[in-house]
């Protein structure tokens, strides 16, 4: 990744303590990544419009729009936007529902680690 480009990522979870979590850990970890929080489709939108995003974490399951009809209608808008589906619901048919919806992957919330979640991140900011 180029030298002093910011790398802005969002993080759309209603989960407020596994939102807060994640953002820390990416700050921590990347000191070129700004990170910006969402708890629903509306405030998503909201960042997404007013400074859109490199990279986004999406909860599949959040109040009102789920994160796969917004993740829909973002990549629509921006195919250029990288989306990470994470979920507590490892069911084969929300990994096929991720990927109809355009998600480009899908991270289980209770198998996956930091690490290992880290370890994507890196290779999704490596192509950037």
Same mark, same amino acid.
């Given at each position: 990744?180029? !030298?002093?480009?910011?790398?802005?990522?969002?993080?759309? =979870?209603?989960?407020?303590?596994?939102? @807060?979590?994640?953002?820390?850990?990416?700050? $921590?970890?990347?000191?070129? /990544?700004?990170?910006?929080?969402?708890?629903?489709? &509306? =405030?998503?939108?909201?960042?997404?419009?007013?400074?859109?995003?490199?990279?986004?974490? /999406?909860?599949v399951?959040?109040? *009102? $729009?789920? *994160?796969? $009809?917004?993740? &829909? &209608?973002?990549?629509?808008?921006?195919? $250029?936007?990288?989306?990470?589906?994470?979920?507590?619901?490892?069911? =084969?048919?929300?990994? %096929?529902?991720? &990927?109809?919806?355009?998600?480009?992957f899908?991270?289980? @919330? *209770?198998?996956?680690?930091?690490? =290992?979640?880290? !370890?994507?991140? %890196?290779?999704?900011r490596? @192509?950037?």
């Open positions: 990744m180029a !030298k002093n480009k910011v790398f802005n990522t969002l993080i759309v =979870e209603d989960n407020a303590t596994f939102r @807060k979590s994640l953002s820390e850990m990416l700050t $921590e970890r990347f000191d070129d /990544m700004r990170v910006s929080e969402a708890s629903d489709s &509306r =405030e998503a939108q909201e960042i997404i419009a007013s400074n859109t995003p490199d990279l986004i974490l /999406m909860d399951r959040l109040p *009102g $729009e789920s *994160g796969l $009809e917004l993740t &829909r &209608r973002i990549k629509r808008d921006h195919q $250029e936007i990288t989306v990470i589906m994470l979920t507590n619901y490892d069911l =084969e048919e929300y990994r %096929e529902a991720a &990927r109809n919806y355009g998600a480009d899908f991270m289980p @919330k *209770g198998t996956s680690s930091w690490e =290992e979640i880290i !370890k994507l991140v %890196e290779t999704v490596s @192509k950037a």
